[in-house]
């Protein structure tokens, strides 16, 4: 049996008929039936969790989503789930779900990026896909994946990079885990080791992302630190920022509240490399955490968990170092 968690974005909406703009408003219903063969993959339950767009995905929606997934995974007669969900934020959740729940039984995230309104809706093909992935075999300890587009990827790597085609998602650096060809399952590569599951009761928030361009000062970080508990910085290159920032991260290290460092950049690990004012080897000594490979997004998440279980500043900075 494999549980399909309908969430809403892109794959169930149509455009306003007074010409307002695509809006939700498919049901479960309309969505299956448009999904020719879905039935003959495997049995289907199906639930309509929610109908939001991407973009109203918030933090507690999404880790009211993870539980929800968590109880359906607890099933003897679940062997995976299949969420669809938003594309703008799908990333996101897949990711929350990869750090926080185990890996035995597939968690397969899929969307759209085309209307039942638009010439070519991607929808079903997406969904009757991701249906196969989650009841294949071979994906038995693969855990959360995005599947969209006729591409599998491992969802502690898959992310948006365009804002309409398709094929929207990639995994930079490191490419999908393999395809689907007229439904059948190649994969390519295995996934990273897995990394240690972390589920608090509940996520610690607020956490922010400042992201740093040519010129940018203290003014953000400093607004950011009266109320959130921690701050991701998606620095320049290898994890460099402007000099006027110093003085506010060291505001930051002062009063004990963690500051997590990612680079804005595609791919490549933040590093010490740099020593000049603003350059990542004096903001480690300043005792700024690197955050590795991840995007400012994911280390925004690991933040979240992390604070969330009660981590001390120690473990934090060990678990940043897992990738």
Excluded: C
């Amino acid at each position: 049996m494999i549980v399909i968690l309908f969430t809403g974005g892109t794959i169930a909406m149509r455009n306003d008929p007074r010409g307002t703009g695509a809006v939700p408003s498919l049901g479960t219903t309309e969505i299956l039936e448009a999904t020719r063969g879905i039935h003959a993959v495997t049995g289907v339950e199906t639930e309509e969790w929610g109908v939001f767009p991407g973009p109203h995905m918030t933090i507690p929606r999404m880790w009211a989503l993870r539980n929800r997934i968590a109880e359906h995974l607890a099933r003897p007669d679940v062997v995976g789930v299949v969420v669809t969900h938003g594309t703008d934020t799908l990333e996101e959740s897949a990711y929350l779900v990869a750090r926080s729940l185990p890996a035995d039984k597939p968690v397969v995230f899929t969307g759209a990026m085309r209307t039942i309104s638009d010439l070519g809706w991607d929808g079903p093909a997406n969904l009757l896909e991701a249906v196969q992935v989650a009841a294949s075999p071979e994906t038995r300890g693969y855990g959360a994946m995005v599947v969209i587009g006729g591409q599998i990827f491992g969802a502690l790597d898959a992310t948006k990079t365009n804002t309409h085609l398709l094929d929207a998602f990639e995994s930079p650096g490191l490419g999908p885990l393999g395809v689907l060809d007229e439904g059948k399952l190649i994969l390519h590569r295995e996934l990273p080791p897995a990394r240690a599951v972390i589920a608090p009761e509940s996520l610690a928030t607020p956490i922010d992302i400042v992201f740093v361009a040519a010129g940018s000062d203290a003014r953000l970080l400093d607004a950011a630190r009266v109320d959130s508990r921690g701050v991701v910085i998606a620095a320049m290159g290898r994890g460099n920022v402007p000099p006027d920032m110093v003085p506010a991260i060291d505001r930051w290290i002062a009063e004990e509240k963690p500051v997590v460092l990612t680079s804005r950049t595609q791919g490549g690990r933040v590093g010490h490399t740099y020593g000049y004012a603003g350059g990542g080897r004096r903001l480690e000594e300043l005792g700024v955490i690197f955050g590795g490979s991840r995007r400012a997004q994911q280390a925004r998440l690991d933040l979240m968990l992390a604070l969330g279980a009660g981590m001390p500043m120690d473990g934090i900075r060990a678990m940043f170092t897992d990738r």
